[in-house]
């Protein structure tokens, strides 16, 4: 079982940053890969960002990629996201994942992640 709590989310303007962390509990979390999505109204839950149970792997959806980064702090049980150069289309609620399996690949569709936290509200005003 692990628990997900996201926080860091808020109101930027456009150009500017944000790191969302999310905080993990449960003895598996060193042991599956963590990813990032996020939820506009209307819209399907979609793929942000991704890093291996080991942190040497990380893939992004080509929307983010240049802008933001992913990592993990295994010892503390932490996930962030940095997000850089904020647009007005990156508002959504982001959440955090953790995959179904433990030592897998990197996955990234939203069938492969079993735990969620309960989001976080990013809103970019331009």
């Known amino acids: 079982q692990v628990q997900l709590v996201e926080s860091g989310g808020g109101l930027v303007q456009a150009g500017g940053s944000l790191r969302l962390s999310c905080a993990a509990s449960?003895?598996?979390?060193?042991?599956?890969?963590m990813g990032w999505f996020r939820q506009s109204p209307g819209k399907a839950r979609e793929f942000v960002a991704v890093?291996?149970?080991?942190?040497?792997?990380?893939y992004y959806a080509d929307s983010v990629k240049g802008r933001f980064t992913i990592s993990r702090d295994s010892a503390n049980n932490t996930v962030y996201l940095q997000m850089n150069s904020l647009e007005p289309e990156d508002t959504a609620v982001y959440y955090c994942?953790?995959?179904?399996?433990?030592?897998?690949?990197?996955?990234?569709?939203?069938?492969?992640?079993?735990?969620w936290g309960q989001g976080t509200q990013v809103t970019v005003s331009s």
């Open positions: 890093i291996s149970w080991g942190g040497g792997r990380t």
């Open positions: 994942a953790a995959d179904k399996d433990v030592y897998g690949l990197v996955p990234q569709r939203v069938s492969q992640f079993l735990y």
């Open positions: 449960g003895r598996t979390f060193s042991q599956r890969a």
